[in-house]
């Protein structure tokens, strides 16, 4: 195992931190330089009420109090998961880098004002789009949605102020576990867990490939 500098043994791509958070930013920068096409997008796990799992990719839009953040409709499928069981899990894929994060915890909703705040700063077709589109809605035919965009565009002219849809807002995914995996030849690959604890410290141990 070659550049090894972490306490356990590993690469020294892992670092010697006492919590995730400082490792994740640190993993997220270097995917930032190598990846060809959204460093951050990630895999959403939801669970519905039913316990059917389902799974779809998302894109990062901030960190907030340690937690990860992701906007979407309300009225979407994942959102109807995580307001019926407030546990998700996510997953980062940096090909290039060949590491792998995987975060599980507890969501909560953004508030009001970091929705708005965040909203502003989309694009003009992105905001449009949040308006037009009945995520997950099923629909006849592609023109529908083509004459919802065309009634919003006209509602809110570009360069007007969009103001946020009700039904758009955001979530935090507060972790209580993160894991990193590290790529090596013959499946001998490198992981390493953090753990919350009961008194609001992580614990960290090493996990077999």
């Not at 669970?47 to 389902?54: A, I, L, M, N, R």
């Not at 209580?176 to 013959?186: G, I, R």
Request: aromatic share 12%; glycine share 6%.
């Amino acid at each position: 195992m070659a550049n090894t500098s972490n306490l356990y043994g590993l690469s020294k791509a892992f670092g010697n931190e006492d919590t995730p958070i400082p490792l994740f930013k640190a993993w997220l920068a270097e995917a930032k330089v190598t990846e060809i096409n959204d460093p951050t997008a990630f895999a959403l796990a939801t669970v519905d009420v039913t316990g059917q799992p389902s799974v779809r990719m998302l894109l990062l839009k901030g960190m907030k109090e340690n937690g990860f953040v992701f906007y979407t409709n309300m009225n979407s499928r994942k959102a109807d998961d995580l307001q019926a069981n407030q546990r998700a899990s996510i997953c980062f894929h940096w090909k290039s880098l060949q590491r792998q994060i995987r975060v599980s915890g507890n969501v909560s909703k953004v508030s009001e004002k970091e929705a708005d705040a965040y909203f502003k700063t989309r694009d003009y077709g992105s905001q449009i789009g949040a308006w037009a589109s009945l995520q997950s809605s099923s629909m006849e035919q592609r023109s529908e949605f083509d004459e919802r965009l065309f009634n919003f565009k006209t509602k809110f002219p570009e360069g007007s102020i969009v103001p946020r849809p009700p039904h758009w807002s955001g979530w935090v995914l507060l972790p209580n576990e993160v894991e990193f995996w590290l790529s090596a030849p013959a499946r001998l690959h490198e992981r390493l867990i953090y753990k919350s604890q009961t008194d609001g410290a992580w614990g960290q141990c090493l996990l077999y490939p």
